[in-house]
């Protein structure tokens, strides 16, 4: 799973043990990446 | 219903048309406008496939969007279950247009080249593919060809005497189509109100038997002339079946 | 956001005519009821859908 953090916007990424961190500069706040798949969507 | 029936425009265009037909029953011509609107097949986009959207729409807003744009569709080509594939990849600063999308196929293009599709800023990027299907607009309403079909009787007018010189005139509204003798006179001509024609007359109106004015609009995968043949086509269609599964 | 691609209530297409609508009217000085005419946009359907619509996504791409 990959983030973003909000402040510095460098990558991160979480290994469970650090809690939800950034570890460059300890913001909390992360935005979740949007994934590389090719996403399929119905229109309706 | 008469055997013949026949067929005349007032008024044509490309994508709109008034006309004319002449020896069909009520319930004939209503059924040629319900399958104008619900039977005729179009194409249009059911799929998008995603491999970049970084616009300030969700992915499904924007498939609803291109799932809305009119794509040329040429009679008889396609069938129910064929795919064309669409491509769409721009780049922003710059708004995405349905002029922007590639198709695989020539005959198919979007019929509107400058619906904004989303305005991407400085970064932001889609790249995306589509697929579009034939389907009816009973189906959904992006597959409907006829936009506002309807249709109204022809009306006959004719002056019974002379309007008394003190009384009170009301406006007579007619919207459509007139017959004055053998003439035809859009109402439009004298602003819906009959009283402009005839200022000075009193004037009966009655319905013409079997004779109606259709007025048609196509959202522009289509002429109007290949809407409403290939409309009564689709009825023909069916009486055949049900005949067929009637018949011992 | 962006204008509908079509009227919500006939389904004809009215996406194609805001550029051109929004530049004349909204900041051009030209009367939107001449505008709409000149367009060829007839029905009160789809003449409401230009008519108040607002683009937002100047105001919505700063917070993404």
């Not at chain 2, 080509?77 to 795919?83: A, I, Q, R």
């Not at chain 3, 509908?4 to 051009?28: D, Y």
């Not at chain 3, 000085?29 to 108040?52: F, H, T």
């Amino acid at each position: 799973m990959s983030y973003k953090c909000s402040r510095c916007k460098r990558d991160v990424s979480l290994d469970g043990y650090g809690g939800v961190r950034c570890p460059y500069c300890g913001h909390r706040v992360l935005l979740k990446e949007r994934s590389q798949d090719v996403k399929t969507v119905p229109v309706q | 219903m008469d055997e013949e029936y026949d067929v005349e425009f007032i008024e044509r265009e490309e994508r709109s048309a008034k006309f004319l037909v002449r020896g069909v029953t009520p319930a004939f011509a209503n059924g040629i406008r319900r399958a104008m609107i619900a039977d005729v097949p179009t194409l249009a986009i059911d799929e998008v496939r995603f491999i970049e959207n970084s616009s300030v729409m969700f992915d499904e807003q924007i498939a609803l969007r291109l799932g809305l744009v009119p794509l040329s569709t040429p009679p008889n080509e396609f069938d129910e279950d064929d795919v064309v594939t669409l491509s769409l990849d721009v780049s922003g600063p710059a708004t995405a247009y349905s002029g922007d999308i590639v198709s695989s196929d020539e005959m198919v293009q979007p019929a509107e080249e400058n619906v904004p599709i989303i305005d991407l800023k400085d970064g932001q990027r889609l790249e995306l593919e589509a697929d579009a299907v034939l389907s009816t607009g009973k189906d959904h309403a992006k597959h409907q060809g006829g936009v506002s079909v309807g249709y109204r009787h022809l009306q006959r007018v004719e002056t019974v005497g002379d309007r008394g010189e003190f009384e009170d005139v009301d406006p007579e509204i007619y919207r459509g189509v007139i017959q004055e003798g053998d003439e035809l006179v859009d109402t439009e001509e004298f602003d819906h109100d009959l009283t402009n024609r005839y200022p000075d007359q009193e004037v009966a109106v009655e319905d013409v038997e079997h004779a109606f004015v259709f007025s048609v609009e196509t959202d522009g995968s289509m002429s109007v002339e290949e809407l409403f043949t290939r409309a009564v086509e689709s009825l023909d269609a069916r009486a055949a079946e049900l005949e067929d599964a009637v018949s011992l | 956001m962006m204008v509908p691609v079509r009227c919500f209530t006939c389904g004809n297409v009215v996406g194609e005519h805001w550029e051109e609508f929004k530049a004349r009217s909204r900041e051009g000085d030209e009367d939107p009821e001449m505008v709409l005419d000149e367009l060829g946009i007839d029905r009160y359907c789809c003449r409401r859908m230009l008519v108040s619509h607002k683009d937002l996504v100047d105001i919505v791409s700063p917070y993404q």
